[in-house]
Nanobody
Framework: QVQLVESGGGLVQAGGSLRLSCAAS????????MGWFRQAPGKEREFVAGINWSGGRTVYADSVKGRFTISRDNSKNAVYLQMSSLKPEDTAVYYCASRVGVVVHTTDAGYNYWGQGTQVTVSS
């Protein structure tokens, strides 16, 4: 069983930056793809970014491409989401997710384990 704990959320002004972290424990972190998802009030959870097992392949939602960067450090069992040029529409609860497979999936059905989420609020 993999446990995921997100941190780094908070309140930031539009145009600002935040770095989310996700610490994993209880499983073989380095062998699985990881993803970040988000859910805004009244909306469905959506894919934000994903990274394969080695970190050599990343995938981004069009809405965050060029502004967000996903990375991982397998020696620390951690995955990160660097968010820049934040917009009010980026306001959401952000979730870290892991999957048993090595390939990135862009749907939440492809992930086996989830963190509890961290709130990101971007003020205008």
């Amino acid at each position: 069983q993999v446990q995921l704990v997100e941190s780094g959320g908070g309140l930031v002004q539009a145009g600002g930056s935040l770095r989310l972290s996700c610490a994993a424990s209880g499983g073989t972190f380095s062998s699985g793809a990881m993803g970040w998802f988000r859910q805004a009030p009244g909306k469905e959870r959506e894919f934000v970014a994903g990274i394969n097992w080695s970190g050599g392949r990343t995938v981004y939602a069009d809405s965050v491409k060029g502004r967000f960067t996903i990375s991982r450090d397998n020696s620390k069992n951690a995955v990160y989401l660097q968010m820049s040029s934040l917009k009010p529409e980026d306001t959401a609860v952000y979730y870290c997710a892991s999957r048993v497979g090595v390939v990135v999936h862009t749907t939440d059905a492809g992930y086996n384990y989830w963190g509890q989420g961290t709130q990101v609020t971007v003020s205008s």
